[in-house]
């Protein structure tokens, strides 16, 4: 594989596998360096990445073990721990900002109470597209697990949705 | 799509038995048009969804690091580069190996061009194996303190490479 190749067939899938370490890690430095290490290995085997089925869930497999050595090493910060106005900040969307704010970092809270694997679950299948197949691989866990874990994981979602309805959380924009 | 097409899907989607496509649908409805109030929450919730894949992303400075990175790892040089011995050791090989190879061939070619005459060169000399070794050690431990002898030599190159490498980060 030439740098050339690398650069349309692996390089972007960068964006899904820094939001998978962000899940992991939520200091987005740490989740940008999972990443590079991630692509750095990636075209360290470029002669060998053919013989995966698929790179991109190799990679998405790689940035999720990666990112549970960091945790392990200890030495890792979380953003939790930056004094606030330090917090790094996403990127404020069109949508953030039509939307009330609050609803959908309401949901971001909800989201990560979840336990880890139906967090993670969640976010292979329902925002970046996955099949079952493949985050069985990803997370290398059987498939009836994931959908398990998927059941659960929109089951609580929809419960915590319909609490927030009930004590009247304006969901209006 | 039909409104009661996509509350069904809704259900669906709750059950966890919706598939990719249906999914993709859902999405594309829920977050382009104005849902009806019973269908609010899911709006919400993929429009979360969506703001989330949509603005956590890597910026071009991220490849353009990422691009440094691979192209100033040639591996190889840096193996030679930093083990100067190496180049010596393989420069020793290569002359043994070329030296016995024209010794064979002119053997062969001077004599008689049998198999008996290669065969003279793998003779043993030594009667006694035990001595043999003895020899065979002291000449190898003489070759490698030379050889030692000459790397220590090769490393005070490397203080001009270090200094290089400072004018090389101090001048941009």
Redo the contacts between chains.
């Keep these: 594989m030439v740098l050339e190749e690398f650069k349309t067939r692996v390089l972007p899938v960068k964006n899904k596998l820094y939001r998978f370490a962000l899940r992991f890690l939520s200091n987005e430095d740490e989740a940008q360096d999972v990443v590079q290490e991630v692509l750095i290995k990636a075209w360290n085997k470029r002669e060998e990445l053919h013989l995966y089925r698929s790179v991109e869930a190799w990679c998405m497999q790689v940035t999720r073990n990666l990112s549970l050595n960091r945790l392990k090493s200890g030495h890792y910060r979380d953003t939790e721990e930056l004094p606030d106005g330090q917090q790094a900040n996403h990127e404020q969307s069109p949508y953030d900002q039509a939307e009330t704010q609050d609803v959908l970092q309401t949901i971001d809270q909800l989201l990560q109470r979840l336990p880890p694997a139906q967090q993670q679950v969640l976010q292979l299948r329902d925002m970046e597209g996955y099949a079952y197949q493949e985050i069985g691989e990803i997370l290398e866990m059987p498939l009836a697990q994931v959908k398990v874990n998927l059941f659960r994981a929109r089951k609580t979602l929809r419960e915590q949705l319909i609490k927030m309805d009930a004590y009247g959380i304006d969901q209006h924009s | 799509m039909e409104l009661t097409n996509i509350r069904e899907l809704v259900e669906k989607?709750?059950?966890?038995e919706t598939s990719?496509e249906e999914?993709?649908q859902l999405r594309d409805y829920l977050n382009q048009e104005e849902a009806p109030a019973d269908l609010?929450?899911e709006a919400?919730?993929f429009?979360?969804?969506?703001?989330?894949?949509?603005?956590?992303?890597?910026d071009e400075k991220?490849?353009e690091?990422?691009?440094q990175?691979?192209?100033q790892k040639p591996a190889k040089q840096v193996w030679l580069v930093y083990r100067p011995w190496l180049q010596g050791a393989a420069a020793a090989v290569f002359v043994l190996v070329t030296g016995l190879f024209l010794v064979t061939k002119w053997n062969t070619s001077v004599d008689n061009p049998t198999a008996e005459t290669t065969a003279v060169i793998a003779e043993d000399t030594y009667e006694d194996p035990r001595l043999a070794y003895e020899q065979t050690k002291e000449a190898l431990l003489l070759v490698s303190s030379l050889m030692n002898e000459g790397t220590q030599h090769i490393e005070k190159l490397e203080t001009f490479s270090e200094a290089q490498e400072t004018v090389k980060t101090q001048i941009p």
């Design positions: 989607y709750w059950s966890g990719l999914e993709a609010k929450k919400t919730l429009r979360y969804y969506q703001s989330n894949t949509r603005f956590r992303t890597l991220f490849d690091q990422l691009m990175r691979i192209e």
